[in-house]
């Protein structure tokens, strides 16, 4: 069993497409592994935090916390040298997910400079937000894969509260995606 955080550094960890980690973005407070930066006007960006190590076969089990009106999620299989299409796909992907929502076109392709996202990671991830009392799951809520599959029932993370979540990836063989 690895121990991917010890409550006092960033030693297992470091920013997504960087060497290491970024004290002025991520970082350790009262305990808690927390985000400092928001990602909104950062250039470049503080990134997605990734483990030192790559796992194939995992259980990962953690405590998480948001704050009111949080967005989080825990993102596994991801790749830092991507191919370039990988890219492509996803911010095309989110422009129209912008458009879908009736974001202006000015303001969608600000929000989609590869200067941004070239510094985050691409891959499947466990959506993790708070949310209030009376919500349907669906694709974007707690628990979900993100945007592909709702979870089984409705979780209702509240805005202050401790909670639980696991990711299990059993079964791959032991190579790399291609």
Known sequence: MNLLFDGKSLQ??????????????????????????TEVDDLPPCGDLITMDQFVNFELTLEWQL???GNSG??????EDRPNSWEKISLEY??????DDHIPDHEAKARVSK???????????????????????DTGSTGALYDL???VRAVNALAGQFNQ??????GRPNRTLD
């Open 67 to 69: 704050q009111l009106g």
């Open 115 to 137: 200067i941004k996202w070239h510094h985050r990671a691409i891959g499947f991830e466990l959506q993790l937000n708070q949310q209030g009392t009376n919500f349907i799951a």
């Open 165 to 170: 979540a696991g990711v299990v990836v059993w």
């Open 149 to 151: 599959i709702a979870p």
């Open 12 to 37: 297992g960890g470091r920013v997504f497409g960087k060497k290491g980690g970024s004290k002025d973005c991520w970082g350790v407070r009262k305990g808690r592994l927390e985000k400092f930066s």
């Open 74 to 79: 825990i993102k596994y299989l991801v790749r």
């Open 94 to 99: 989110y422009l129209n997910t912008l458009k």
